[in-house]
């Protein structure tokens, strides 16, 4: 199923199957789709991972403390032993954006060495015993999954974990508006993936409202994306880095000009993102969510054929 909560379906088993179901594809990536592409199985093994933890941070109310604990460094470790396997095959679609949308303003032979540089360092393959262990890291994990102390259901269960998440990223957007620093525009971009996923998680119940503003926080949190990604590229740059015989600092000013692009849009956009105070939020939330739950419990109307066909004399 969907990487969402059914509207007619308690909390507590709605947490439980996104979660067996979110590590049973990262389990699968890693165990059936690594030998055919190792890079796209990572990649959705990884993401995965980061919607479990996700609905962990949002379970905080339903999940016992000791488990969410457990879970989370679990999640953590087996993200860790995936981490940087990918890298030079991001930093390469990276470069080959920036090319296609600056074309013709640098010699194309500028890219063209940088992209060898690169190319010539994704020749490694990820570690097949790094990812051996994350899959009996995530295969434990699983198997307790079915025995997690559920002690809270309903709103209450799910409160406190949106409101931190829609606390700690406005936070964040505070201090990446006050200083762009790679740091504190990575540090948002992880906050507004947690609250793209869980407004996504309950938007089935919230309505169209809540959903167009999962919307906006994924179109958020893929320009900090695009973002990071290219600051993760000028390093690279860097002369002791990477020296290639071309002209790099035409590149990186490139790169410069593209960032202040997303970094403005994305500023804009979290005004937006964030208006309301962590009240407000909050109450705006939990009456979504209440209505949303009335509506998908109350009896519907029969479709008029259906009507027509029950109510019917039957002929003679």
């Known amino acids: 199923m969907a990487y969402k909560f059914d509207a007619k379906e308690p909390v507590r ?10 590590l049973d594809r990262a389990i699968s990536e890693l165990s059936e789709r690594i030998n055919d592409d190792p890079v796209g199985a990572v990649h959705n093994a990884r993401k995965a991972i980061k919607k479990e933890r996700s609905l962990l941070r949002l379970a905080r109310g339903v999940i016992a403390s000791e488990d ?18 990918r890298d030079a095959d991001v930093m390469t679609a990276t470069l080959d954006d920036l090319a296609d949308r600056f074309a013709g303003q640098v010699p194309a032979k500028a890219f063209d060495a940088i992209r060898a540089q690169l190319r010539s360092r994704s020749e ?18 699983r198997v307790r999954v079915d025995d997690w102390k559920l002690v809270r259901g309903g709103w209450k269960g799910i409160e406190s974990g949106l409101l931190h998440s829609y606390t700690g990223g406005r936070k964040a957007f505070a201090r990446a508006r006050g200083e762009r620093s790679v740091e504190n525009l990575h540090a948002w971009r992880k906050r507004v993936k947690d609250l793209w996923y869980q407004q996504r998680l309950l938007s089935p119940t919230c309505g169209p409202g809540v959903r167009g503003q ?16 290219l600051a993760l590229l000028r390093e690279e740059l860097a002369p002791n880095t990477m020296p290639v015989p071309v002209d790099v600092h035409a590149v990186v000013e490139l790169i410069d000009h593209r960032r202040d692009e997303l970094q403005t849009e994305a500023i804009a956009l979290g005004e937006r993102v964030y208006a309301d105070c962590p009240k407000s939020f909050r109450r705006r939330m939990r009456w979504s969510w209440r209505a949303g739950r009335v509506l998908a419990e ?9 009507l027509a066909a029950a109510t019917r004399t039957p002929s003679a």
């Open 13 to 22: 088993a709605e947490v439980v199957r996104c979660a067996a179901e979110q």
């Open 298 to 306: 109350a009896p519907q109307e029969g479709h008029p054929v259906e």
């Open 68 to 85: 969410r604990r457990r879970e989370n460094a679990a999640l953590r470790e087996a993200a860790r032993e995936l981490s940087g396997t």
């Open 124 to 141: 490694h393959r990820p570690d097949s015993a790094l990812q051996a262990r994350a899959v009996q890291e995530l295969g434990a994990l």
């Open 214 to 229: 999962a919307k906006d926080a994924h179109r958020l949190a893929d320009l900090l994306g695009d973002d990071h990604d």
